[in-house]
């Protein structure tokens, strides 16, 4: 995390900065012809994105930049005691695999295309969810995303594990998206990236645009800004949360297996499961010596094999009901279901190692927000009822962010927006699947069909996004 906290220095300081900024429609996924690849420290892979003028040119050449340790916290290292089970957040990857409904999952990230009569993708959104949902972008976020596809953008929805470590969290969203631009860019060519959160995922592209500046962007819509510390984001996280964590963690001399142990290995049942497929011989063998005591492990005989005549059998008696939940849907929001449970024992597992507060702190990111936050446009969307959102408190730093940089480029200007709708902090997840609400249009009439399926407010969500975009030209 070395790279991590040189970018977190370089945004709090007062330091030279090299932030790049590109007019819309200027700020490109990397094609062949386009990309200018840069190779990104600490990760080895090269930077899918390009800043350049409408004639292909860099706007703005990097500058060296002077660096100073500003914060003790955003440098101190989590503890990696557990080794979570691989999951479609964090595990290997299909290299393209069907998703729920018309999504793609790709390279770990959720792509929805736009429809084939729309043209040419007039935008590439890259969509971070909330806090737990963010693991299950595709499903949480369906309605909104899928209305965003329909208007001609083109959907990467990247899915991530909750974690105290926001850095560490931004730089695998990053590295999963920069493993899916280079394949975009040759089908669709040079497309404006806009990063687009909710909640959390709001915060997580706030870092990103401030913090990383090998990732530009267009524009950032910010749904919900919620930047709250974990004692008042969790009431009792210090009196009662942390301690059942850390007894739920606990190992103990019996070699009885901890609370999180438990959780880790169902898992990895629950994914074997959601997967259509039957347990493996290592994952059964792990289960046996997980369910014996310690003292009877010299009485286990030599590793469990299912014979293959056997398997085979089961395999061709489960396969034509795994493949009709599959092409129904059902496995897919299964194994999503995994996904968003995965996140429990980690979590648990944090904390119990001593995670107690955000990384970056709420001080910090304020101050890198306020000194090195670089896209043109901002959208910051909140709903009247949402006692969660800090949206305003993130309008005035982002305000000085634009003073801070038009006093070292006078010639630059930031466009900062906020809007205010109905609607409280759970709207952009409150609304069914798009053929779903469109057959309820058809029975009960539009306005009928969103006061009883209740999406109403996240069409208006959609409809103030899509405004915005096209004011941008997007």
Known sequence: MIRNALLF???????????????????AVGSEKTLACRNVEGRGLPSPLHVSTNDGNPQFSEREVETREVDAEADRPRPESFAPPPSAATGPYASSK??????????GNYVLRPPPESGEPRALIHFLGGAILGAAPDVAYRYVLEKLSENGFLIVATPYNLSFDHLKTCDEVISKFERIAP????????VPVVGMGHSCGALLQLLITSLFPDTPRAANALISYNNKPVKDAVPLFDEVVAPFFSSVAAKNDAGIPSGTDVMYMSLRLARAAAEGELPSDQLLNDIRKFATPQFMEPLLQEEFKVPNGVREALNTFVSPSAGALESAGVLPLFNQAVDILDQIPILVDEVANGARDFNPLTSSVRAAARRAYRARRTLLLQYDEDPLDESEEIEELLREAETVMRMKRPMISIDIQRKVLKGNH??????????????????LGSEMAKERLLYAEADATVDALVRWLEEGQL
């Open 9 to 27: 220095a370089l945004a709090t300081s007062m330091a030279r900065s090299s932030i790049a900024f590109a007019p819309p429609r200027t700020v």
């Open 98 to 107: 069907a998703g729920v409904g018309a999504w793609e999952r790709v390279e």
């Open 183 to 190: 394949s975009l860019a040759r089908q669709y060519g040079a």
């Open 426 to 443: 759970a709207t952009p997840v409150l609304a069914p699947p798009v053929d779903l609400a469109e057959r309820a249009e058809d029975i």
